[in-house]
């Protein structure tokens, strides 16, 4: 499966952006798809993951309250809808496709090529 992430930008502290994962190919309804980010001098982490028909999700804490995770299974979307941001959300953001739920990057075997969140305080 491809993906390609899009809605990324730069907003002041307190706003929100919906971010968007398209996803071409076989299997896309066979994954869990998860959302990831990167921050400079930092490890990849974990956000939030949801299952194959979208009907169960799973979030960090750190995403927990301000992010919603979403599929549209006829349109092969993935979105995650952030909220309240804050100049520590500030990376570039990764949509990606595993067989099982996970938070480990090395679980996902598809990824995205990022799309960046700027917030300004």
């Known amino acids: 499966v491809q993906l390609v992430e899009s809605g990324g930008g730069l907003v002041q502290a307190g706003g929100s952006l919906l971010l968007s994962c398209a996803a071409s190919g076989r299997g896309f309804n066979d994954y869990v798809m998860g959302w990831f980010r990167k921050a400079p001098g930092k490890e990849r982490e974990f956000l939030a993951a949801?299952?194959?028909?979208?009907?169960?999700?799973y979030y960090a804490d750190s995403a927990k309250g301000r992010f919603t995770i979403s599929k549209d299974t006829a349109k092969n979307m993935v979105y995650l809808q952030t909220n309240s941001l804050q100049p520590a959300d500030t990376a570039v953001y990764y949509c990606a496709a595993a067989d099982w739920m996970a938070v480990i990057p090395s679980m996902y075997h598809s990824w995205g090529q990022g799309t960046q969140v700027t917030v300004s305080s």
């Open positions: 949801i299952n194959q028909t979208g009907t169960n999700a």
